[in-house]
């Protein structure tokens, strides 16, 4: 056999989780692009581990379309105290419906904040 026969491939977890995922649903990587509104060419980079580490709100859009809770892929990106931290702010008591409502801004703001990485002041 020679080298080039050889397909060496390492997969992350996280493309083992999605891939997985679309399996159990049934759906290939475009089609769960075009229902999901989701970017096929960042599906496809999760897809073949290029892409590894995502944003907050690129990692929820994909938990929601692959119909698994938050929680559990936060934690699979290694995020699980990004999830304490959102549900802590968003179920605050007396929030009006409109302070709960889901907003783009303040999720990439607080992704900011989770990310910076801490100083030892």
Do not use: C
């Amino acid at each position: 056999m020679a080298i080039s026969d050889v397909k060496l491939t390492t997969s992350s977890p996280l493309a083992n989780f999605v891939a997985g995922r679309l399996a159990e649903l049934d759906l290939k990587p475009i089609e769960f692009a075009r229902l999901h509104n989701f970017d096929q060419g960042m599906l496809s980079k999760i897809l073949t581990s290029v892409k590894i580490k995502l944003e907050l709100e690129t990692a929820l859009r994909l938990a929601e379309g692959l119909k698994v809770p938050p929680s559990d892929f936060l934690s699979l990106l290694g995020k699980e105290k990004s999830h304490e931290l959102i549900s802590r702010l968003y179920l605050v008591p007396n929030l009006k419906a409109k302070e709960t409502k889901f907003d783009t801004f303040m999720v990439r703001r607080f992704w900011r904040i989770v990310d910076t990485p801490t100083t030892g002041r």
